[in-house]
């Protein structure tokens, strides 16, 4: 099955020298570490741990622009509507002290908009822009840094099941297979003279005229399933214990990580248990004075 993961072998990254097993465990570890806390002074040594390995994998801008564009661009948006708007926040704190207040020239029914930035709302943007920016960061160097063919090993050889670890792989590869085909029917019409940028009229106009794409990818997906299932049966799959073409031996920096996620986990884990790890306002912060009125 072909896929347009822009994977690409790189001899000098350290992500990609990582057996994929070690890297899957690790990604978990920090994932549960990073939403085990809302304090700021924690989730910083987390962004560091996912520059390092940003860096480390020897990605260029070019190849991810697009990815960090729109990650860029949902995490600052979010975090600003939670600054500004206070929602989400209200379930980590009870009180908030008010730096900056802004009241409209107008009322709407009675009611005038206003603009309040308080101590509270403001750590809690910057802890939720630090927290998703370093989930997403580590998130998408597994298209990147992972070998498309490794999937469905790497899955069975963390003790998933056969049909489990296949699932998964199948899954991995079928939207950017579903994403090639697309491409490669698209350019297919328009070589037959079909014109993708001039469609006009409604919803339900341009969907159908969209059919001349629709169709053959949707029938194309449709019968490649069936030849992965045909392919499936003919082998018996299913029926005992499968093996695996490539086989992945786990080196000493593997060892190393894994211990170094597992630690991580655990060091985070206790210190939510404890108490630690809640939102964390400075009191300087909040004592500053208050702006506008």
């Not at 600052?76 to 209200?90: D, K, Y």
């Not at 908030?96 to 309040?116: I, K, N, Q, Y």
Request: some cysteine.
């Amino acid at each position: 099955m072909l896929v347009t993961w822009r994977y690409h072998h790189r001899p000098k990254s350290f992500v990609q020298s990582l057996d994929p097993r070690a890297w899957l465990i690790f990604f978990g570890c920090f994932l549960v570490a990073t939403v085990m806390t809302w304090d700021l002074r924690l989730l910083l040594p987390l962004l560091g741990v996912a520059l390092f390995f940003i860096f480390s994998s020897r990605l260029t801008w070019r190849e991810t622009r697009r990815a960090w564009l729109f990650i860029t661009g949902f995490v600052v948006f979010f975090s600003g509507l939670t600054l500004l708007t206070g929602r989400g926040g209200m379930e980590h704190y009870t009180v908030e002290h008010v730096l900056a207040a802004a009241r409209a020239p107008f009322s709407l029914f009675g009611w005038t908009p206003t603009l309040t930035v308080s101590a509270e709302r403001l750590m809690f943007a910057a802890s939720m822009l630090v927290r998703v920016f370093s989930l997403a960061s580590m998130t998408i160097l597994i298209p990147y840094c992972i070998n498309p063919a490794q999937y469905g090993v790497a899955f069975r050889g963390l003790g998933l099941p056969d049909k489990f670890a296949y699932a998964m792989d199948l899954t991995m590869r079928f939207i950017p297979t579903f994403g090639r085909d697309f491409q490669l029917t698209m350019d297919a019409q328009r070589a037959r003279g079909y014109e993708l940028e001039k469609l006009e009229g409604g919803l339900f106009a341009q969907v159908r005229k969209l059919a001349p794409l629709l169709v053959p990818v949707t029938i194309h997906a449709i019968a490649g399933s069936e030849d992965i299932i045909d392919a499936m049966d003919l082998r018996a799959f299913g029926v005992q214990p499968r093996t695996w073409l490539l086989q992945l031996v786990y080196q000493r920096r593997d060892q190393i990580l894994i211990a170094l996620g597992v630690m991580m986990m655990v060091a985070y884990t206790a210190l939510s248990l404890i108490g630690f790890g809640r939102l964390w306002v400075p009191e300087a912060l909040q004592a500053f004075p208050v702006l506008g009125g």
